[in-house]
Antibody, heavy 117, light 107 residues
Framework: EVQLMQSGAEVKKPGESLRISCQGS????????IAWVRQMPGKGLEWMGI????????RYGPSFEGHVTISADKTISTAYLQWNSLKASDTATYYC??????????WGQGTLVTVSS | EIVLTQSPGTLSLSPGERATLSCRAS???????LAWYQHKPGQAPRLLIY???TRVIGIPDRFSGSGSGTDFTLTISRLEPEDFAVYYC????????FGQGTKVDIK
């Protein structure tokens, strides 16, 4: 069974850094792209970017390039989403998902990130 | 960048009724890469349809997808109580993109 286990909820202050994680199991982690998806409070889903763990090829959505960093460590089947300096507008639930051939059949449970002074 | 526009924003229907959700792309897309998701509060989104019309194993056959080019449709033939949720279309090309969602709520 494919599982994506995300790290727990975070409460941070503006300007702080953060890295959240997504560990895959039940499939060959390095051979499938992992996508990150944002849902801001009361809003819809937004595609942030995607990484291929085997060679770390990464592609960002236009709104997210330069604002977040997506990485992966295939040796521990884990993908990451990182911010160097959080803003209040980064408050959202972040999902990772296994990317197949254009679609996302398997999702993590979501990580709530709250940024507040 | 392809933009997906879903309509209507909200669909208020009763159980047993038929729901027709639209997803329009700003330019023609390969239907191979058009998917639909169901999203309920507090849960992860769930893939329903991929390749515009292929239902995921385990998804009830009251859910169906159709369309090509720029116009795609998700149809729920007879709404069950558990179908009231937000539905998103999604496309993957040079990057991924979601529509803004259609909320199906109880009338």
């Amino acid at each position: 069974e494919v599982q994506l286990m995300q790290s727990g909820a975070e409460v941070k202050k503006p300007g702080e850094s953060l890295r959240i994680s997504c560990q895959g199991s039940g499939y060959s982690f390095s051979r499938y792209w992992i996508a990150w998806v944002r849902q801001m409070p009361g809003k819809g889903l937004e595609w942030m970017g995607i990484i291929f763990p085997d060679d770390a090829d990464t592609r960002y959505g236009p709104s997210f390039e330069g604002h977040v960093t997506i990485s992966a460590d295939k040796t521990i089947s884990t993908a990451y989403l990182q911010w160097n300096s959080l803003k209040a507008s980064d408050t959202a639930t972040y999902y990772c998902a296994r990317h197949r051939a254009g679609d996302l059949p398997d999702w993590g449970q979501g990580t709530l990130v709250t940024v507040s002074s | 960048e392809i933009v997906l526009t879903q309509s209507p924003g909200t669909l208020s229907l009763s159980p047993g009724e038929r729901a027709t959700l639209s997803c329009r792309a700003s330019q023609s897309v390969d239907s191979t890469y058009l998917a639909w998701y169901q999203h309920k509060p507090g849960q992860a989104p769930r893939l329903l349809i991929y390749g515009a019309s292929t239902r995921v194993i385990g998804i009830p056959d009251r859910f169906s997808g159709s369309g090509s080019g720029t116009d795609f449709t998700l149809t729920i033939s007879r709404l069950e109580p558990e179908d009231f949720a937000v539905y998103y279309c999604q496309h993957y090309g040079s990057t991924g993109t979601f529509g803004q969602g259609t909320k199906v709520d109880i009338k």
